[in-house]
T-cell receptor, first 117, second 111 residues
Framework: GAVVSQHPSWVICKSGTSVKIECRSL??????MFWYRQFPKQSLMLMAT?????????EQGVEKDKFLINHASLTLSTLTVTSAHPEDSSFYIC?????????????FGPGTRLTVL | SQQGEEDPQALSIQEGENATMNCSYK?????LQWYRQNSGRGLVHLIL?????REKHSGRLRVTLDTSKKSSSLLITASRAADTASYFC???????????FGQGTTLQVKP
């Protein structure tokens, strides 16, 4: 149980375009989802916390107008990278925790590799 | 922001040997968790230790926590080539639900 999926697993886009990444909890209701970014050979950096039905809370230094997060249902959160640039190329990982899961544990998706040309 | 340091940054050992990784953190925590990440993949949750626990075991994994020193260690015994991965500690303050990750240790286990 407690499976989180991400789609797509990888995406290549042109500079200036927008890219949407989906994060789904498959077998539990995720009241909270988290979005992380990971550059090569580095650790995960928390970008934002997303609670179902409310606005996301962004970490310091993360542009909320550039990284749009929507958590419209208890099983789906989306991250949209708007007007993507090469420096946005990274590995984006989501995680989820919810009512049915052990409350202290976050379950991570497999990640989405974004390459902006 | 990063919570703290992990050391070593990289570790290379022979199969069958033990691997020890250390993690230090800066703020008060509710629990500390260890994760494994294979290259280019997502994270796998290994073990969670609460702030009132000092040691925890899971299979070949042994985790210790010293809240007075704000540090934790992960010991992998009898390592296998399949243990080759990056290992991250992450702390949870128990209030926000956020996990703050350490910088990670890259472990290579040579067959």
């Amino acid at each position: 149980g407690a499976v989180v999926s991400q789609h797509p697993s990888w995406v290549i886009c042109k500079s200036g375009t927008s890219v949407k990444i989906e994060c789904r909890s498959l077998d539990f209701q995720a009241t909270t989802m988290f979005w992380y970014r990971q550059f090569p050979k580095q650790s995960l950096m928390l970008m934002a916390t997303s609670n179902e039905g409310s606005k996301a809370t962004y970490e310091q230094g993360v542009e909320k107008d550039k990284f749009l997060i929507n958590h419209a249902s208890l099983t789906l959160s989306t991250l949209t990278v708007t007007s993507a640039h090469p420096e946005d190329s990274s590995f984006y990982i989501c995680s989820a925790r919810g009512l049915e899961t052990y409350t202290d544990t976050q379950y991570f998706g497999p990640g989405t590799r974004l390459t902006v040309l | 922001s990063q919570q703290g340091e992990e050391d070593p940054q990289a570790l290379s050992i022979q199969e069958g040997e033990n691997a020890t990784m250390n993690c230090s953190y800066k703020t008060s925590i509710n629990n500390l968790q260890w994760y494994r990440q294979n290259s280019g993949r997502g994270l796998v949750h290994l073990i969670l230790i609460r702030s009132n626990e000092r040691e925890k075991h899971s299979g070949r994994l042994r985790v210790t926590l010293d809240t007075s020193k704000k540090s934790s260690s992960l010991l992998i015994t009898a390592s296998r080539a399949a243990d080759t991965a990056s290992y991250f500690c992450a702390t949870d303050d128990g209030n926000t639900g956020k996990l703050i990750f350490g910088q990670g240790t890259t472990l290579q286990v040579k067959p």
